[in-house]
């Protein structure tokens, strides 16, 4: 739980910060939202498929913190 957390607060979490920051560049500089209908530029499509990327790590290592709990506490509740 503690290092799942500690991934996503050091390591994925800032990734994904920085991929967002420059797909707001590049929007501006496409004159296009990086979620309206295509065809977007070579280096928007880059990026959208880099934060998918990105976002998908981090919900699975929220997922594997979720289920890191969820057994702890179930274990320590079958002690009592």
Do not use: C
């Not at 991934?7 to 994904?16: D, E, K, R, S, V």
């Not at 500089?29 to 880099?50: C, I, Q, T, V």
């Not at 998918?52 to 002690?79: C, D, E, F, P, Q």
Request: net charge positive; charged share 20%; no cysteine.
């Amino acid at each position: 739980m503690f290092t799942t957390g500690l991934a996503n607060l050091a390591l994925i979490g800032p990734a994904t910060t920085k991929v967002m920051i420059q797909r707001k560049h590049q929007e501006t500089r496409d004159g296009k939202r990086s979620f309206d209908p295509g065809p977007h530029s070579s280096a928007m499509e880059k990026l959208n498929k880099d934060f998918g990327i990105l976002h998908g790590a981090s919900t699975i290592v929220n997922l594997v913190g979720l289920g890191a709990m969820i057994w702890y506490g179930t274990t320590i509740a079958r002690k009592m």
